[in-house]
C-alpha cells in the first residue's frame, strides 16, 4: 500500500482557521468580516511573519522539521505521519502540563509514535544536545494521554545524520536531559521506518572517453610538463567497481550514490600516446576498510538530507525553502528490492538495515 496525500491545503481554508485562532476582536459588536478588524489580523500575521524570519533559530528548527517529515515521508517504511503540534487542545493537567510533540507515527507493525525534531548545531563537531526534564516530562505526559511512545529525533548537522531514538534511552542530569550522538545512534530506530545503509564495491566512475575521430588541439608533454588541451568527449561511460554499468536501473542507482554519497571525488586523466584518453571522475572512500570488499556509501536518510539541503539552502547556508516536495517511498526505491534477486547485476550492492541495540535482530541484503 503506497503512502498518499492525505489532505490537499486550500489558502482560504487555512486563511481561515488562522484567523479564528488569532483574531484579537479589540473591536466588540463586529461582524467577522469587519474591514478593520480583518486589518489588524493582516497587520498581526505579518508582523508575526517578519519576527519569525528574523529569527535564524526559529527558521532552521522549521527547516528541520520539515525535512524529517519529509525524509520519513521518502523511506516509506510508515503507514502515517501528521503534524502534531497544530491547532488548540485541552487536557487534564491533574498530573502535570502537558506539551505537544511535532509528529504522530504509524509504523507499518502498526505502533504509534510521537515525535520531537531537534537540530544540533555544526560546532562542537562533537557536542551533546540538552533539554529540558520539565520539557520532555510534559511531552511524555502527552503520549501517555494518546497511548503513544515518545521518541526524540536528532539532526546532526555536522554530520548529515539523523537519529531517532526513545527519549529514556538518555542520562537526566542536573534538570537536563542529555543527548549524546554515540548513544542516539545506539537506540536509533530510524531502520523500522525504512533507512538503511547502502554499500558496494569502489570506486565509482564517470568516464569521459575521448572521440579520437576529432583531433585534439596538442598533444600532452613528458610527465612533468603540461599543455593546454582542448578534445571532444565521444562517449559517458558510467562503472562500478571498474565494470561498465549498462542496466538503466544500475546506472541511476550509481548516479544517485555518485550525486548524495559520502565518498570523495578525485579526477584522474589517462593518457595514451601522448594523447588524452579519457578523464575519470573517480568516487571512492577516503579510508577504505581493508580486505573487506565493499565500502559503505551512505544511510538512504543522509543521502536524502543532502538532496533536501541542495534544493532549499544556498551555498552560504541561507534557507530558500521551508518545504521541499517528496514521492512518497521514493527513498526506498533507489534500490528495488527485487534487484537482489537479479542474477544478471553488475553494481553489487549490499543494504544494512540498523535496529536498536537492545534488539538481538539484524538484517542484510547482499
Not at 14 to 43: C, G, H, K, W
Not at 324 to 344: C, I, K, Q, T, W
Not at 356 to 361: A, L
Request: one cysteine or more; charged letters at 25%.
Amino acid at each position: 500500500m503506497a503512502l498518499r496525500f492525505g489532505r490537499n491545503p486550500s489558502a482560504s481554508l487555512e486563511a481561515l482557521r488562522l484567523y479564528s485562532l488569532l483574531d484579537a476582536r479589540t473591536t466588540p459588536a463586529t461582524v467577522i468580516a469587519d474591514a478593520a478588524r480583518v486589518n489588524d489580523f493582516v497587520r498581526g500575521l505579518a508582523s508575526g511573519l517578519a519576527e519569525s524570519l528574523a529569527n535564524p533559530s526559529r527558521v532552521q528548527g522549521f527547516w528541520v522539521q520539515s525535512l524529517f517529515q519529509a525524509m520519513v515521508v521518502g523511506l516509506g517504511g510508515i503507514k502515517l505521519i501528521k503534524e502534531e503540534d497544530v491547532g488548540e487542545f485541552f487536557f487534564d493537567d491533574s498530573d502535570g502540563p502537558g506539551k505537544l510533540p511535532d509528529f504522530r507515527l504509524v509504523r507499518q507493525d502498526g505502533q504509534a509514535l510521537l515525535v520531537e525534531v531537534k537540530s544540533v548545531r555544526p560546532k562542537p563537531v562533537f557536542g551533546s544536545h540538552r533539554l529540558r526534564v520539565s520539557d520532555v516530562d510534559a511531552l511524555h505526559r502527552y503520549a501517555e494521554l494518546t497511548g503513544c511512545r515518545l521518541l526524540l529525533a536528532h539532526y546532526w548537522s555536522a554530520w548529515n545524520v539523523w537519529t531517532l531514538a526513545d527519549a529514556a534511552a538518555f542520562e537526566r542530569r542536573d534538570g537536563k536531559i542529555i543527548v549524546d550522538m554515540e548513544t542516539a545512534l545506539k537506540a536509533s530506530e530510524l531502520g523500522s521506518l525504512g533507512d538503511a545503509s547502502i554499500a558496494t564495491v569502489p570506486p565509482l566512475t564517470i568516464s569521459l572517453v575521448a572521440d579520437h575521430s576529432v583531433p585534439q588541439s596538442a598533444a600532452l608533454t613528458a610527465p612533468g610538463g603540461s599543455a593546454d588541451v582542448e578534445f571532444s568527449v565521444g562517449a559517458v561511460e558510467l562503472l562500478g567497481g571498474g565494470d561498465v554499468l549498462e542496466d538503466e536501473v544500475e546506472r541511476t542507482i550509481a548516479g544517485f550514490l555518485i550525486r548524495f554519497g559520502r565518498w570523495k571525488l578525485t579526477e584522474k586523466v589517462v593518457v595514451n600516446d601522448h594523447m588524452v584518453e579519457r578523464i575519470d571522475l573517480v568516487f571512492a572512500p577516503e579510508e577504505p576498510v581493508a580486505a573487506q570488499g565493499f565500502e559503505v556509501v551512505g544511510q538512504l536518510s543522509s543521502m536524502y538530507s543532502a538532496m533536501y539541503l541542495l534544493a532549499t539552502q544556498s551555498e552560504a547556508g541561507e534557507v530558500l525553502g521551508l518545504r521541499h516536495n517528496v514521492s512518497p517511498g521514493s527513498l526506498a526505491g533507489v534500490v528495488p528490492d527485487e534487484y537482489f534477486e537479479r542474477p544478471d547485476r553488475i553494481l553489487r550492492l549490499w543494504k544494512f538495515v540498523q535496529l536498536p541495540s537492545t534488539s538481538t535482530d539484524d538484517e542484510v541484503d547482499s
